[in-house]
């Protein structure tokens, strides 16, 4: 597609629930990576994936998440059992591989806006 | 103490001013530097980016870099109410493959 696109938009949950997010990147950028925003914390860096492995998932805060990647394309970040703390905005990104596609820049999605209540 | 710090502001000045954001990091081994814009409920887009000392201009825009003081900026000049957005730093290091650091993002308000 032209862009990267996440769906849902807005996730209300219950504390407790699973919660999946999603994100279909631009055709052709093998690197994805998942991002959290939240008010105070800027983007936390939760994982990266290239092609459909994940060499670098250092920065999912628990063992609730955890992130798939198949076909080399669409994503899906799944939280279990969510907390009220995992309130915030999911955003997703891709771009080319190394240090050059970091540089010309991720193209972000708009992002899930997650409120467990 | 985080690695990227940046004053999340707000900051507002009126159309036509000049824009000064900043943002300190601790790791030297940060080596590429990028400014994010980020509008409202959408994702952040890259601006610039530069990996070395000194400065670097894109029309309106110009990023600066310092090493040695571990201190980057951005400076917009002319400004104009569409330029209102949260602004972000983001570094990289030379080991960190495509990861990047964010700061937290300055949100910025120009007043026509």
């Known amino acids: 597609g032209a862009g990267v696109s996440q769906s849902p938009s807005n996730k209300v949950t219950e504390k407790g629930k699973d919660v999946e997010l999603r994100c279909d990147p631009i055709?052709?950028?093998?690197?994805l990576y998942w991002y959290r925003q939240s008010l105070g914390q800027g983007l936390e860096f939760l994982i990266y994936?290239?092609?459909?492995?994940?060499?670098?998932k250092s920065g999912l805060p628990s063992d609730r998440f955890s992130a798939e990647r198949t076909g080399g394309s669409v994503s899906t970040l799944t939280i279990q059992r969510t907390q009220q703390e995992d309130s915030a905005v999911y955003l997703c990104?891709?771009?080319?591989?190394?240090?050059?596609?970091?540089?010309?820049?991720?193209?972000f999605g708009s992002g899930t806006r997650l409120t467990v209540v | 103490q985080k690695e990227v710090e940046q004053d999340p502001g707000p900051l507002s000045v009126p159309e036509g001013a000049i824009v000064s954001l900043n943002c300190t990091y601790s790791?030297?081994?940060?080596?590429?530097f990028m400014w994010y814009r980020q509008y409202s409920r959408k994702g952040p887009e890259l601006l610039m980016y530069?990996?070395?000392?000194g400065n670097k201009e894109d029309g309106r825009f110009t990023a600066q870099v310092d090493k040695s003081s571990k201190y980057i900026s951005l400076f917009i000049r002319d400004s104009q109410p569409s330029d209102s957005a949260t602004y972000l730093c983001?570094?990289?290091?030379?080991?960190?493959?495509?990861?990047?650091?964010f700061g937290e993002g300055t949100q910025l308000t120009v007043n026509p």
């Open positions: 990104a891709s771009s080319l591989v190394g240090t050059g596609g970091a540089l010309r820049g991720y193209t």
């Open positions: 055709s052709g950028h093998t690197a």
């Open positions: 994936f290239q092609g459909n492995s994940a060499p670098d």
């Open positions: 790791n030297s081994a940060f080596q590429y």
């Open positions: 530069t990996y070395s000392s």
């Open positions: 983001a570094m990289k290091k030379e080991t960190s493959g495509s990861r990047l650091t």
